[in-house]
C-alpha cells in the first residue's frame, strides 16, 4: 500500500496567521488616527497662527492709512443743519473712531472708510474681544452722522456693534489704546490714554493686547505701534 502524503496547515496556525494579521491591521489603523490627528492639530494651529498674524497686519495698513478728514456735527436736538466742524478722530482707552483708506471688504483699492474699534465683553463674559465696524466716508456732512454739537471737545455717538461687525481679536485677556502726541520743545514725547487736541492727529497709536490663557506654542497677540506719518492739519484751510 502506498500512503499519499498531503502538505496543510494546521487550524491552530491558521488562527495565529489571523490574530497576527488583525493584530497588524489595528497597529495600521491606530497609526494613520495618530498621523491624521496630529496634522489636523498642526492645521488648526496654522491657521490661528495665520490669523494671528493677519490681523496684525490688518491694524497696522489700517491705521497707518488714517486720513486727516473734518466732520460737520449736527444740533442735539435734530436738524440737517451742520452746528459746527470737528476733526474726525476719537480716541479713548477701549475706543477708537478713524477715517482710513484701507478697508476689510476692499483693501486699499476702495473708497475711504470710517472705521470703529472698539472693545466688549468676550463670549461667556471671558476675557474681552476687539471689533470694528466699516462705514464708507462721504465727506465731512455725511461723517457728521457721528457726531453732535460742536466746540473744541467733539461729542461723539457711542458704537453700535451687531452683525456687521468684524471680529479682529477674541479671548484677549485686555485691549486697549493709548496715543502719543509731541509737545513743543524741550518736552518729550508722552503716550496718553485720551486724544483730545482737535489741532493735530497722534503722532503714533499703540494697541496692547494680550492673550487670555497664554500659550507659548502658539502665535499670540503682541503689542503694536503703528507710527502715523500724515502731517496735514485737520481744521486747516490748505486751498489756494
Known amino acids: 500500500m502506498t500512503r499519499t502524503r498531503r502538505q496543510g496547515f494546521t487550524l491552530m496556525e491558521l488562527l495565529i496567521a489571523i490574530t497576527l494579521l488583525g493584530l497588524?491591521?489595528?497597529a495600521i489603523v491606530i497609526s494613520l488616527r495618530v498621523a491624521l490627528n496630529g496634522?489636523?492639530?498642526?492645521?488648526?494651529?496654522?491657521?490661528?497662527?495665520?490669523?494671528?498674524a493677519g490681523v496684525e497686519k490688518i491694524l497696522e495698513q489700517q491705521v497707518a492709512g488714517i486720513m486727516p478728514v473734518t466732520a460737520d456735527c449736527h444740533s442735539p436736538s435734530g436738524g440737517d443743519i451742520p452746528v459746527g466742524r470737528i476733526s474726525f478722530f476719537q480716541g479713548e482707552p477701549e475706543l477708537m473712531r478713524l477715517v482710513s483708506s484701507y478697508s476689510l471688504q476692499e483693501a486699499s483699492r476702495g473708497l475711504p472708510m470710517i472705521l470703529e474699534y472698539t472693545v466688549i465683553p468676550g463670549e461667556h463674559n471671558e476675557?474681552?474681544?476687539?471689533?470694528?465696524?466699516?462705514?464708507?466716508?462721504?465727506?465731512p456732512r455725511g461723517a457728521g452722522m457721528f457726531c453732535v454739537g460742536g466746540?473744541?471737545?467733539?461729542?461723539?455717538?457711542?458704537v453700535e456693534t451687531g452683525p456687521g461687525?468684524?471680529?479682529?481679536?477674541?479671548?484677549?485677556?485686555?485691549?486697549?489704546?493709548?496715543f502719543r502726541e509731541l509737545p513743543p520743545p524741550p518736552q518729550q514725547p508722552r503716550w496718553v490714554p485720551l486724544w483730545t487736541s482737535q489741532?493735530?492727529?497722534?503722532?503714533?497709536?499703540?494697541?496692547?493686547?494680550a492673550p487670555l490663557v497664554?500659550?507659548?506654542?502658539?502665535?499670540?497677540?503682541?503689542?503694536?505701534?503703528i507710527p502715523i506719518h500724515v502731517t496735514r492739519l485737520p481744521l486747516e484751510d490748505y486751498a489756494f
Do not use: W
Open 39 to 52: 496634522m489636523a492639530k498642526a492645521d488648526d494651529r496654522l491657521m490661528l497662527n495665520r490669523r494671528v
Open 127 to 139: 476675557g474681552v474681544r476687539l471689533v470694528v465696524n466699516e462705514h464708507v466716508y462721504t465727506g
Open 165 to 178: 461687525s468684524f471680529v479682529l481679536a477674541d479671548k484677549l485677556a485686555y485691549c486697549r489704546f493709548s
Open 151 to 158: 466746540g473744541l471737545t467733539p461729542q461723539f455717538v457711542p
Open 214 to 225: 497664554p500659550d507659548r506654542a502658539k502665535l499670540e497677540p503682541v503689542t503694536l505701534t
Open 24 to 26: 497588524l491591521s489595528v
Open 199 to 209: 489741532q493735530v492727529l497722534p503722532n503714533a497709536i499703540r494697541i496692547e493686547m
